[in-house]
């Protein structure tokens, strides 16, 4: 006789089929008829846990944020970082769909879009304001806007994955075009880029002078 599934191994099943499909196909393009028949469940039941499919995205957002978010905080406090890193390196395939639904997500000029990159920076910034209390980050002189450039950082091997793979020689985020991405990253986030604060000060005392009447009027 064939097991029931019990409701919570029930529901992980079912959003992790609507992670797939939408990261896939997208979210209007995704049936809850399609989505329960990939989870191998009536569609009733479906819509018993999440109520509608707009439920069910909302499900497929915070376990995205959550999981993948979740395991950048961990990783802070992680006694064994190296050993952090290397499952997610050894891990891939089971983010996948994850980062599929997140560069979907993002890409789409939708509500829902906009909705999840606010709770991704939200939760960036969060990060790294643990990172700094901690004293493993840097402070910064906005840390907002820092943590909108760390979040879209974050996205651009997920966006251009076709694009960094061809250029590494494989097709796509391979797992070794993953760990050959992996020293170089945290190389420009631990050191940097620039061998001093040149260009920095340039900058900032560009920003300090003021601008000239008729350029603001011209604007």
Same mark, same amino acid.
């Given at each position: 006789?064939? =097991?029931?599934p019990?409701?919570? *191994?029930? &529901?992980?099943?079912?959003?992790?089929?609507?992670?797939e499909?939408?990261?896939a196909?997208?979210?209007?393009?995704?049936?809850?008829?399609?989505?329960a028949?990939? @989870?191998?469940?009536s569609?009733?039941?479906?819509i *018993?846990?999440f109520e509608s499919?707009e439920?069910?995205? &909302?499900?497929?957002d915070d376990y995205?944020?959550?999981?993948?978010m979740?395991?950048?905080?961990q990783a802070? #406090? +992680?006694a064994d970082?190296?050993?952090?890193i290397?499952?997610w390196?050894? #891990?891939?395939?089971?983010? &996948?769909?994850a980062f #599929?639904?997140?560069?979907?997500?993002?890409t789409?000029?939708? +509500? +829902?879009?906009?909705r999840?990159?606010?709770g991704?920076? /939200? &939760?960036?910034? @969060?990060?790294?304001?643990?990172?700094?209390?901690a004293?493993?980050m840097?402070?910064?002189?906005? @840390?907002h806007?820092?943590a909108?450039?760390?979040?879209?950082?974050g996205l651009v091997?997920?966006?251009?994955?076709?694009?960094i793979g061809?250029?590494l020689g494989e097709?796509?985020l391979?797992t070794?075009?993953v760990r050959?991405?992996t020293?170089p990253t945290i190389?420009?986030?631990?050191?940097?880029?620039?061998t001093?604060?040149t260009t920095?000060a340039?900058a900032?005392a560009?920003l /300090?002078?003021?601008t000239?009447? /008729?350029?603001?009027?011209? =604007?």
């Open positions: 006789m064939r =097991s029931v019990s409701d919570r *191994h029930a &529901r992980a099943r079912i959003r992790d089929s609507a992670l499909l939408f990261g196909r997208g979210i209007a393009a995704t049936s809850i008829r399609a989505i028949a990939h @989870a191998g469940v569609p009733a039941l479906v *018993h846990h499919k439920g069910l995205q &909302r499900a497929c995205v944020l959550g999981e993948l979740g395991r950048n905080a802070l #406090d +992680d970082l190296s050993g952090t290397q499952h390196i050894a #891990d891939m395939d089971t983010f &996948r769909p #599929d639904y997140l560069a979907r997500m993002i789409e000029a939708t +509500d +829902d879009g906009l999840l990159w606010d991704l920076v /939200d &939760r960036t910034e @969060a990060m790294i304001a643990d990172g700094v209390t004293g493993v840097r402070p910064s002189t906005d @840390a806007m820092r909108v450039i760390v979040a879209a950082y091997p997920l966006i251009l994955e076709r694009h061809r250029a097709s796509g391979t070794d075009a050959r991405m020293l190389e420009l986030y631990t050191h940097g880029l620039y001093d604060d920095l340039a900032q560009a /300090d002078t003021p000239p009447p /008729d350029k603001e009027n011209h =604007s």
